[in-house]
């Protein structure tokens, strides 16, 4: 990381020093230019390359900042470079606006966001031709004094651009390392699981909307003076969010220096061919240039390496041993004293979609350390239940107490931070992330907000654990569904709960990977979490349970020792229909 | 703000509602090749052009009648569809890197445009623009009135394609799963190379449409984007009735506000309105 941020001053450093050359102004206009594209290409990529949520309305906030400083030189005689921070905070501002209403309708993702920011730019635009921020003539800066900082103005544009560009690419670096870029991968994945494992979603999304937008709002400032005659039309064309979409995608979205080698390419490409005298036969080869990169580099001109130089797993020893080391107990059954205390009380829970009441009434407690299975037959609730004790569904009514505090209705990720844990039935591991940095992500986010160097050992560990040590640098893909399930495991338990919710663990496993299963369950019991299980496998349920609650069309019918429970006449009517006789 | 007469009003919606009827030419296609081939297709928009451009060609040069000239642009426009669908197959391109193979194709034609018919501003003088027709006061110019029709007229077969029959059916469970769809016997494969064939003629038809009521440029390629985006979305992507339905909504609001206020204040109605319905719209999406 420190040799990263060396280079990355070292290449700035040289650059800053092109002006003493001397050189044509024509070559530090077109340097200009490129790191003009390399602080936009990189600012969009901090939200939209890292989190998915891809923008269409970069050039808005571009054209925020141009406006703010055309509009405070040009009218309020304010000094260029104190209006660039202005820049900088109104296009932040308006980001945030945007985002506190956008990022909180769950529905807001994908292509409807892209919309959403392109439509923006078009009401954005309409206003400031309108008003008299512009008012339709345009905006000349021709007048407003430029700053001494290079030799001639040429080399002072040069110097700015490449301070921003060099401050940019160094944020987007410093970002993909931090705990924001490491959720903001997840939220890419799977924005729900991302929630669950404790990634504050939404505020992290806003973060890294503003800094982005924030960062094009002060390459928008430097860019009026630049041109020093700014237009509605030019400024808010659809060049600029096209142009950075394409310049990130063909860099690559998932690397931190993508954008920017992106948004020399195609800088360089354009330039090269507008500047000669073949110009309309160069634009149709960047076209043909654009195309064939995609269609043999898909994922980028750096996406492809990365992925390849996936580092090995790190000091993975024997996984017999190193297991019997740390569980010495796995064996032993802690016997739960029914006077132990509730870890979980859950008090008239009810919950409603579109008329169909998916729980009703539901109360039932869980004691400290106890395993409680949670059975009944398919539709009851049981899954209902779990979303919304881990906070992906707000409850319509009821109280759920953890450790006596009210969580109904709390976001995910709060809940998740309190410790509790839960898997999915169908598992859902982070796609592009390998093996290893799944479960670490999730030691990151959890109860024990763990450092990216930690979180990385407490991985390996887990994964021991989970009988995965092997699979650490591989891709989800790459795994069975015997292994899905158990990385499931590995990322609950990484994440140090004190409370689980498994979700079907063992549904589609055969035989004897139920064995490994069961086994994995009560080693997991060992380490001191309280433990609830969704599921169907019987044979599983009477080895683990201590206690059972069996739900039926949402509510509890039956409560207690797992084969009491499973007696009771109105468990038997639920499973098999009323007796033929009653 | 002031408040327009009866018949200018009138003459606004009417306006607003042909313009809406260009929209949805131009935003089928896009749709359908969105909601069912998982594609955001720019090229939709280049080909457009060039179909305006063949049609000014073949009618100006040729003598043709601009509306004949779709015979002959048809089926080279599926042709073109069924090549463009093949590269996709071939490259098993996602849909966020379609959007960047059919840009670069957007900039080819768009050179080729500007190597064949130059920058300049080129228009279709065709018989069809002198005819004038009045209903009451409204005077109703006949080449957007055939927008209109071709617009109804293509968006209903479309819809009826989809709904009643089994090539439309199979297309919808193709386009939701496609591994179960084939698992059910549905050549998934072939229905995309017709269906990308399809998306193209439709082009060539917004071409059409495109040549009889306004003034060709290369760069105009582009100023049709943002709003036709903004069509498609809100009509429902591969909805064939959608990008009519929201065309008319936007350009009737569009052309209500430019006669109320000032023409360049059309934009913040329309786009006002779709993101409010993009936040407020219930159910799924």
């Known amino acids: 990381m420190i040799r990263t941020v060396v280079a990355l001053v070292v290449v700035a450093a040289a650059l800053a020093m092109v002006p003493l050359a001397g050189l044509p102004p024509f070559y530090e206009t077109f340097l200009y230019l490129v790191f003009h594209w390399i602080v936009l290409a990189t600012s969009w990529n901090i939200l939209s390359g890292y989190s998915g949520y891809l923008s269409f309305g970069h050039g808005a906030f571009f054209g925020a900042g141009v406006y703010a400083t055309a509009t405070l030189a040009a009218h309020y005689e304010v000094p260029f470079l104190w209006t660039l921070p202005v820049a900088a905070a109104v296009a932040a501002v308006l980001s945030l606006v945007i985002g506190l209403v956008v990022f909180r309708v769950r529905r807001v993702r994908g292509e409807i966001f892209a919309l959403l920011t392109l439509a923006v730019t078009f009401v954005l635009a309409t206003i400031i031709l309108n008003t008299p921020i512009d ?305 670490a992500t999730a030691a990151m986010f959890g109860g024990a907000t763990l450092s990216r160097s930690a979180a990385e050992r407490e991985a390996t560990r887990w994964l021991e654990f989970a009988r995965l040590g092997d699979k650490a640098g591989a891709l989800p893909d790459e795994l069975n569904l015997h292994q899905r399930k158990f990385l499931e495991l590995a990322r609950a338990l990484a994440f140090r709960p004190r409370l689980v919710l498994l979700d079907e663990v063992l549904s589609g496993l055969n035989p004897s990977e139920i064995d490994s299963a069961v086994e994995l369950v009560r080693d997991i019991r060992a380490q001191g979490a309280t433990i609830v299980l969704v599921e169907h496998v019987m044979r599983a349920v009477m080895a683990l349970c201590d206690r059972i609650v069996v739900l039926d069309h949402g509510e509890v019918i039956a409560e207690g020792a797992p084969a009491e429970a499973m007696r009771s006449p109105a468990v038997v009517t639920a499973y098999l229909g009323a007796p033929a006789h009653a | 703000m002031n408040v327009p007469s009866a018949t200018l ?188 064939g399809v998306c193209a003629m439709l082009a060539g038809a917004a071409g059409l449409c495109l040549a009889l009521s306004q003034t060709l440029a290369p760069a105009q390629i582009y100023a049709w984007i943002g709003v036709i985006f903004a069509v498609v979305m809100m009509g429902g992507p591969g909805r064939a009735l959608g990008p009519l339905a929201a065309g008319i909504v936007i350009g009737v609001s569009e052309a209500v506000t430019m006669a109320v206020t000032a023409p360049a204040w059309a934009p913040v109605v329309s786009f006002t309105l779709l993101i409010l319905l993009l936040l407020l719209r219930p159910g799924k999406t």
């Open chain 1, 135 to 439: 008012g339709g003539p345009g905006v000349y800066l021709s007048a407003v004094p430029l700053p001494q900082i290079g030799p001639n103005a040429s080399s002072t544009f040069y110097l700015l651009a490449l301070a921003l560009a060099f401050a940019t690419v160094l944020i987007a670096y410093l970002v993909c390392g931090a705990r924001l870029g490491r959720g903001l991968f997840a939220i890419h994945d799977d924005e729900d699981v991302a929630e669950v494992m404790g990634v504050p979603t939404y505020r992290f999304k806003l973060a890294a909307f503003a800094l982005s937008c924030a960062l094009a709002g002060i390459a928008g400032g430097i860019h009026a003076l630049f041109v020093s005659y700014v237009t509605v039309g030019e400024t808010f064309s659809i060049t600029v969010p096209l142009s950075v979409v394409l310049m990130s995608i063909l860099g690559g979205t998932r690397h931190w220096a993508g954008p920017a080698v992106g948004a020399a390419v195609i800088t360089a490409l354009m330039y090269a061919f507008t500047a000669s005298d073949y110009a309309i036969a160069g634009k149709a080869i960047v076209g043909l240039v654009l195309v064939l990169v995609i269609l043999f580099m898909p994922r980028g001109i750096l996406g492809r390496r990365r992925d390849r130089t996936a580092p090995a797993a790190p000091h993975a020893e024997p996984a017999t041993s190193r297991r019997e080391n740390e569980v010495p107990s796995a064996r032993a059954e802690p016997a739960v004293r029914a006077d132990a205390p509730a870890i979980l009380e859950i008090f008239d829970l009810a919950k409603a979609f579109a008329g169909v009441q998916a729980l009703s009434n539901v109360t039932f407690s869980v004691r400290d350390g106890e395993v409680l299975g949670l059975l009944g037959p398919n539709g009851s609730g049981k899954s209902t239940l779990i979303n919304v004790v881990s906070g992906h569904y707000r409850p319509d009514a009821g109280r759920i107490l953890y450790r006596g505090i009210d969580v109904a209705g709390a976001p995910g990720h709060r809940i998740a931070r309190a410790g509790i844990a839960r898997t999915y039935q169908i598992p859902r591991p982070f796609s592009q992330m390998t093996v290893r940095d799944n479960v």
């Open chain 2, 9 to 196: 009003l009138g003459q606004a919606i009417l306006s607003g509602i042909f313009i809406g009827a260009l929209y949805a030419v131009l935003g089928l296609g896009l749709s359908l090749a969105w909601g069912l081939l998982g594609q955001i297709n720019l090229a939709h928009f280049a080909f457009a052009f060039l179909g305006a451009y063949l049609t000014y060609q073949l009618a100006t040069v040729g003598g043709l009648d601009p509306l004949f000239t779709l015979a002959l642009i048809a089926p080279a426009f599926f042709a073109l569809g069924v090549a463009m669908q093949w590269l996709f197959t071939r490259f098993r391109v996602s849909p966020l890197n379609s959007l960047l193979v059919t840009f670069g194709l957007t900039v080819i034609v768009e050179t080729l445009i500007q190597a064949i018919w130059t920058a300049d501003f080129r228009r279709l003088e065709s018989g069809y623009a002198d005819v004038r027709l009045r209903i009451g006061t409204l005077f109703v110019p006949l080449p957007e009135l055939l927008t209109l029709g071709i617009a109804i007229a293509l968006s209903l077969s479309v819809w009826a394609v989809l709904r009643y029959t089994d090539v439309g059916r199979s297309m919808r469970a193709a386009a939701e799963d496609a591994p179960i769809a084939a698992a059910f016997g549905v050549n998934e494969r072939l229905l995309a190379y017709v269906l990308s």
